[in-house]
Structure formats: C-alpha cells, structure tokens
C-alpha cells in the first residue's frame, strides 16, 4: 500500500517515521521542505505539492495544525482534492471542527474518493511509541482498508460511524484534559503557595482515586517551573477549546468551566506561551497570585 503523508510537525513526523518502519511506502510533503529530510533518509520520497502526493498515493494522510490549515493543503490547483482519483483514499487526522470534515468528505466524494476523518488522542511521546488513540468517522471502507497503517499509529482505533463524530469526540476528549491540566496546575499553585512540598503533592495525587498518565507526566515539569518543551502546543490546546465551546453554543450546551479555562488560555496566548507546551498555562496560573 503506497501511503502520503502531509504535516510534518511534531505530531505527523512521528507519525509517517511509524509508517515508514512498519514497511509502507511513504511519499510526504510540508510547507516547511527541511522537515521532509529526516523521512528522506529513512526511506521516504517527497512530492512538490500535495495533489503530487494524492497522485502517487492509495491513501493520502494529512495531519494539520487548524481548519485553515487543512483548506491549505486541501483545496486549489495543488491541493489534495485535485490529485485524488477514484478509489483512492483520504484521512485527515487534523483536529478541526465537523464542518470541516464534512466539507472535506463532500469533496472527496465529488472525485470518487473516500473519506475518513481520524483526528488523535495523544502527544509527542504517544506519536513516537506508536500509542495514539484514533478517532475515526466516515467511510467504513476506508476504515477497514486504512487500518494496517492506523494500527501503526495507534494503540486504540475506534470507528465512531458519520462524518462529524470523530471531530465531536476529539473535541470533548481535549475539553477534560484542558480541564484536567487547569485543575493540576491550580492545586500545585495553591500547594506551594502554602509552603508544602509539590512533589509530595504529587505522591498523593498519585495514590487516590485522580491518578492518572497526564498527571505523572506533567506534574514534575510544572514543579520545576523551567522550560516547557511543546509535545502539545498551548495554542492548540485553546484552539480546542474554543471549538468545544462553539459546538456546545451550536447545541444550547452550558459548559460554564471550560469558558472559563478558556479565558485563562488566551491570557497565556497573550502573554507569548502559545509555542510552549501547554503545562505552562501553570506561569499565567502564578501570576495571579
């Protein structure tokens, strides 16, 4: 099965490396050309534009930063769209609102193409190991024919069933984990402010009923205050933040925490920590104090 593969940031280069030693034949393309040339050396070839992907491919997979992103790559003389054929296959793995995956669907389906959306739970490290949770929703037989590379990317595969639904579930999956990483990031705060020991905070986090993955992993960085190094961007994680509270407006949804979590991102996007990983919202945090 010949793969492409286009975005090549934190995410899709892990990604596409995955594909690329499980024996795929991997073409790939980003905005940013150096990106391709670690991929390049380990076997993969690069396509001047994304419709040169679609054509040299079976499947062409696209893991984007936003919806405007997506249209990027998607749309025009050198986009996806126009280097589908029939029978092929495309998967966006972006996290984008439902709109614009049923936009995509619509106009793969215009070219006799499938459509898969398959947007991702997990970062930099999950990316690497191979232990993404994958959302999917769409075409079943893209499903069914994309799974030996999905199964490369992932640990956990779901197929969530109509265009929009896998979008939906992202969306209300990074609503808790903003959350989640709010309310550490608070307790800490308030932890160390009353002079006790963070790391010991921690142990007792840790051995209740709130222990969980994100926590261990994030806990000591946020202790330590220092630098934080993206395996998830603050940006992205406001971004989704943003669409979960325009979808829940769609529904008539109250969700009164998440706008306020909301609000405490955007002040750390206004404060230059958009590029940082998102663990150091605990800086906009401490500033209040």
Known sequence: MKIGFIGLGIMGSAMAENLLKAGFKV???NRSSEKCAPLIAKGAEAAASPRAVAELSDIVIAMMANSAAVQSVRDG???????????????????????TSKESAALAHEKGATFLEAPVAGSRKPAEDATLTI???GDRELYESSLPALEKMGKKILFLGETGNASRMKLANNLVM?????ALCEGMALAAGSGLDTAQFLEVLDSGAVSNPMFRLKGPQIAANNEFPAAFPLKH?????????????????????????NEL??????????????AAIIRTINKQH
């Open 27 to 29: 073409t790939v393309w």
């Open 77 to 99: 003389a050198d986009g996806i769209i126009s280097g589908l054929k029939p029978g092929r296959g495309y998967v966006d793995m972006s996290t984008v609102d439902a709109e």
């Open 135 to 137: 959302m999917a929703a």
């Open 178 to 182: 903003g959350g989640m990483l709010t």
């Open 237 to 261: 994680m406001q971004k989704d933040l943003r669409l979960a509270l325009r979808l829940a407006e769609e529904l008539g949804q109250p969700l009164f925490a998440t706008a306020t979590i």
């Open 265 to 278: 991102f955007k002040s750390a996007l206004a404060e230059g920590l958009g590029d940082s990983d998102f």
